[in-house]
């Protein structure tokens, strides 16, 4: 049998070329997840895809938890097509900002070309409360958010000096955090990475539509969820290389429904039939660099987060679970590098029949996505851009020029 490792896969980066994109993940192969979990029940089958997917384990498990227990359930409750099996939030926004502080500290130096001491790389984060690395996932919600408050106030008090929304609402425009970055790169390494990719951003002629899946209102929202999952069942290689209505499209926290254009009430909204293109695309960033700065505004977004500021409005984060067919569901959340979807279809006993996943990193490496196009361009020997370039898509397996 394959082990994890063998179905992780890699990508290839070819700058100069017209197909820059070479690489695949043999575990979305077409077949390749069905024929893996059929018959496992729903727990052994979370366990697994946590072992497969090891990267974003949680945000993979807590999806395909909410994804068995809807499709198991739709075989005896005949009620609305959309249902709830969310997870607190507080566990998927801890763990995101887990995943960002990690990929920050640990990923951002290697990727970008940065010469540093692992000691040095390190440094920035002492007296942080949350481990870049932990063992397990936080399970308790209270804990949850007690930890959140404490990265709150280390970033504030340690990293910025100032509390973090006062520093959002100071640095989101380009020549602030231009500023602050070229000021702080000595001695904080999340500035130094930033002012690394400001000082050689990349400005782009052309690039995909943002993934715009999501939606405020719920009815739009299920007819593109069904869309898309008629193409995950009837594309073999969907999965691998996923396209919306046959463009590719960029998947990253700067494409979180929070941040689409100014919600419309639903009844404003004219009717949707079942198959339907979305609304016109969100606008994507002009640079790649300021896509590398979301993350890191990111971060500090979560960790803001309070119970109270959730009562008064929606996640920053979106999850949900979609029944989609008997015995099949859909579940769905906002995580680290993007929108994570995972379709289940189970036997009346839970056991699975057939599943599927589409990630983040398949829509951004897609060979006609942004990456692909802004590799292109590039001189066939500028392997330092072409490096700079996949860490701003933030790639799940392993990545080469």
């Known amino acids: 049998m394959a082990t994890a490792a063998s179905m992780a896969g ?33 727990a052994q089958a979370v366990s697994t895809l946590g072992n497969v997917f090891t990267l ?40 995101t900002a887990r995943d960002h502080l990690r990929s920050i500290a640990l990923d951002w130096p290697q990727r970008l070309g940065l010469a540093q001491a692992p000691a040095a790389q390190l440094a920035w984060l002492k007296g942080c409360p949350l481990p870049v690395v932990a063992p397990t996932p936080v399970s308790d919600e209270a804990l949850a958010w007690r930890l959140l408050a404490q990265l709150n106030d280390w ?17 989101r425009a380009p020549d602030a955090l231009a500023a602050w970055c070229h000021t702080h790169a000595r001695d904080l390494l999340p500035a130094r990475c930033l002012d690394d990719g400001l000082q050689h951003s990349t400005a782009l002629a052309q690039s995909a539509p943002a993934l715009s899946l999501l939606d ?20 073999p290689d969907f999965c691998q290389y996923p396209t919306w209505h046959g463009q590719s499209a960029e998947n990253g926290p700067w494409t979180r429904l929070r941040h689409a254009t100014t919600p419309t ?79 289940a279809h189970c036997a009346a006993d839970g056991s699975v029949i057939d599943y599927k996943v589409i990630a983040p990193t398949e829509w951004n490496f897609h060979p006609q996505g942004t990456l692909g196009q802004a590799l292109a361009v590039l001189s066939s020997t500028d392997s330092d851009t072409a490096r700079r370039l996949a860490a701003v898509f933030d790639p799940c397996v392993v990545c080469t020029v």
């Open 216 to 235: 405020q209102n719920p009815a739009r929202q299920q007819d593109r969820l069904l869309a898309l999952v008629r193409q995950m069942q009837h594309e």
């Open 155 to 171: 970033l504030a008090n340690r990293v910025l000096q100032q509390a973090s929304d006062a520093w959002l609402a100071q640095h």
């Open 56 to 95: 974003c384990a949680h945000a993979h498990q807590r999806s395909a938890r909410q994804a068995l227990a809807a499709a198991q359930r739709s075989l005896t409750d005949h009620g609305s097509c959309a249902t709830s099996f969310n997870d607190p939030p507080a566990l998927l926004l801890l763990e």
């Open 10 to 42: 890699q990508y290839h980066l070819y700058p100069g070329q017209s197909l820059a994109i070479h690489g695949r993940r043999p575990v979305l192969q077409p077949g390749r997840l069905r024929q893996l979990l059929a018959g496992q029940t729903p």
């Open 265 to 343: 009430t639903s009844a404003t909204l004219p009717a949707v039939p079942p198959v339907t293109p979305p609304l016109a695309p969100v606008a994507t960033q002009s640079t790649l660099e300021q896509r590398l700065a979301s993350r890191w505004f990111e971060l500090l977004e979560l960790s803001q987060t309070t119970p109270e500021s959730l009562a008064q409005g929606p996640a920053p984060l979106r999850s949900g679970v979609l029944v989609t067919g008997p015995g099949q569901a859909l579940a769905w959340c906002e995580m680290a590098r993007g929108l994570l979807l995972h379709w």
